[in-house]
């Protein structure tokens, strides 16, 4: 009954761009290629469109900036977004571009990561056939559908926001795909903020892929401060500096360098602090935990505490989500047990 539906409910071509999404995930021989297409300079309305379908293009790029965290894919996802830019830039010949792009970009995020519920994952494919068109009515719909405010087609509104963090702090996405979502909600002028230094590969990234999508970014530089006896944080920003070249070359100064490696040290003292609390964690906490409310939980393994914070630096705030994470199989137990 639920595939007759379906099927009266959705299009072929709504089957076929979820199909295409399906292929890309898998990571099938036959889309090996298209790591060649993205890394080529070719127009995508111009001969790559023999090549590979538009949608497979996108859908492609967004798949690499999801799910590439690690570090050393750092020049893939900056591939991908170029890629990615122009396909979205060049998806519609109507006088909403941008925002026509910003609705492809959010539905084709969404359509990656429902492919496991079909309808849903069916709902969100006819929306972007929809959207692609370029109609105003059509776009404006979906813009308050996915809750994203419409944007000036002059691209010149004040959106910004002066203090995020990436996944090298304690964010979860990589700078490419944080200027990415901060492009979809229309921000033109972005502060990111990092922990007592900042890498220059990190930095690399985020101001190409900033000057990929036309964002304004500024680096900010979080330090612990004494004031009056107390501590508190101070943010230290580098102004005038909007290119990567640039950036690079000022971080690559002596004085500038042995600042940044005072730095490191700070984090390395801090860090070893937040082992300190997971030790505590283990050998009493855990313990109080299962006293007072009856939930179970093996020690917390430090390895696999590594591992959830990937590349960014281990904080109090990593640690107390990875203990939630670790608790909610006992608390789904107890709230079982409940009368």
């Given at each position: ?120 994952a069916l709902k969100l494919a006819h929306d972007f056939r929809a959207a692609s068109t370029g109609k105003q009515r059509v776009v404006r719909y979906q813009l308050r559908k996915y809750h994203l405010l419409e944007m000036p087609e002059d691209w010149n509104q004040l959106g910004f926001d002066d203090h995020v963090h990436d996944a090298n702090t304690k964010g979860r ?167």
């Open positions: 009954m639920a595939e007759t539906r379906r099927s009266i409910m959705f299009d072929p071509q709504d089957y076929e761009l979820l199909s295409i999404v399906h292929d890309v995930l898998k990571g099938g021989k036959e889309r090996r290629h298209l790591k060649t297409i993205i890394a080529s300079c070719l127009h995508p309305n111009g001969i790559v469109e023999m090549a590979a379908p538009k949608a497979l293009r996108m859908a492609y790029s967004i798949v690499h900036l999801i799910n590439s965290l690690d570090a050393d894919e750092a020049e893939d996802r900056i591939m991908a977004l170029r890629t990615l830019s122009y396909e979205v830039m060049n998806s519609s010949a109507s006088t909403f571009r941008f925002n026509t792009a910003r609705v492809l970009l959010e539905i084709m995020k969404n359509l990656v990561r429902n492919t496991g519920d079909e309808e849903a996405k990589s700078p490419t795909h944080l200027i990415m979502d901060a492009w979809i909600k229309g921000i033109r002028f972005l502060t990111v903020i990092y922990y007592n230094y900042i890498e220059p590969e990190a930095a690399a990234e985020l101001m190409e892929a900033a000057q990929i999508m036309g964002i304004g970014v500024r680096i900010g530089v979080e330090l612990p401060a004494r004031f009056r006896g107390r501590y508190i944080h101070l943010i230290w920003s580098v102004r005038g500096l909007s290119q990567s070249q640039n950036y690079q070359s000022f971080l690559a100064k002596p004085h500038v360098h042995e600042f940044m490696d005072d730095g490191r040290k700070i984090s390395a003292y801090q860090q070893n602090h937040v082992f300190r609390i997971l030790t505590l964690f283990n050998e009493k906490h855990r313990q109080a935990l299962f006293d007072e409310f009856g939930m179970v939980l093996p020690p917390v393994d430090r390895e696999a505490f590594l591992r959830f914070v990937g590349s960014g630096q281990p904080s109090l705030l990593h640690l107390a989500k990875h203990i939630h994470n670790l608790l909610i199989p006992s608390m789904r137990t107890l709230l079982q047990e409940i009368p």
